[in-house]
């Protein structure tokens, strides 16, 4: 069964610094790999996703995502960041074989200090 | 808005009464996902129907969960003689098969709190 791991559970960072949370999955086959924001009281959205192609993925608001099949990886990162950010952050992985649902990670919650 | 609805955004109960939540999908979707997520948890997946037929249950629905897509349309999703356990956001996602992303929209999930 495929399963998804965030090790960072809280990060805590000052407006402007450089992000980057951890996304590991365990999965031999083809993956799309995703990753969801949810801002305090919304749904979950999309912020990124990749199915194939270009390794490194864009999103939005200034968010990307690189994709490492030899580590089993898709980190999230973000060169500077703003307050508005603040959110809890989902990795999730969809195996192209047998069923097809979205496996999430138990989140990263992000705090930004103004 | 065209977005996927629930209802309703939050149910308070007592332990042993029985409660429904509603789902309405994006209208061209014709996958429907239920997910339950608990306090510093991701989403956990529950099951999933294409068009009206439910394809996965998971582990975590017991036989007191039952979930609906009679018309492949809306959905529902049932817990008889609820449980403190149940005390979860229940969320419900829709997404178009044929994109071949796998992409999943959510509503804003209905807050149960069983007493």
């Known amino acids: 069964a495929q399963s998804v791991s965030q090790h960072n559970h809280h990060v805590i960072l000052s407006e402007a610094a450089s992000l980057e949370l951890g996304c590991n999955y365990s999965?031999?086959?083809?993956?799309?790999l995703f990753w969801y924001v949810q801002y305090p009281g919304q749904h979950l959205q999309l912020l990124l996703k990749?199915?194939?192609?270009?390794?490194l993925v864009k999103g939005i608001k200034g968010f990307e995502a690189e994709f490492i099949k030899s580590k089993f990886s898709f980190n999230l990162r973000k060169p500077s960041v703003q307050w508005s950010d603040t959110a809890e952050y989902f990795c999730a992985v969809l195996s192209n074989f047998g069923n097809e649902k979205l496996t999430f990670g138990t989140g990263t919650r992000l705090t930004i200090i103004p | 808005d065209t977005g996927v609805s629930q209802d309703p955004r939050h149910k308070i109960t007592k332990r042993g009464q029985n409660v429904t939540f509603r789902c309405d999908p994006i209208s061209e979707h014709n996958r429907l996902y239920w997910y339950r997520q608990t306090l510093g948890q991701g989403p956990e997946f529950l099951t999933y129907?294409?068009?009206?037929?439910?394809?996965?249950k998971s582990r975590l629905l017991s036989d007191r969960f039952s979930a609906e897509r009679p018309k492949g349309s809306f959905s529902t999703l049932e817990i008889q003689r609820t449980e403190q356990g149940d005390s979860a956001m229940y969320l419900c996602a829709s997404s178009f098969r044929q994109d071949g992303t796998g992409e999943l929209f959510f509503g804003e999930g209905s807050r149960l709190t069983v007493l």
């Open positions: 990749y199915f194939s192609g270009d390794p």
């Open positions: 999965y031999g086959g083809t993956v799309n």
């Open positions: 129907f294409q068009n009206e037929a439910q394809l996965e």
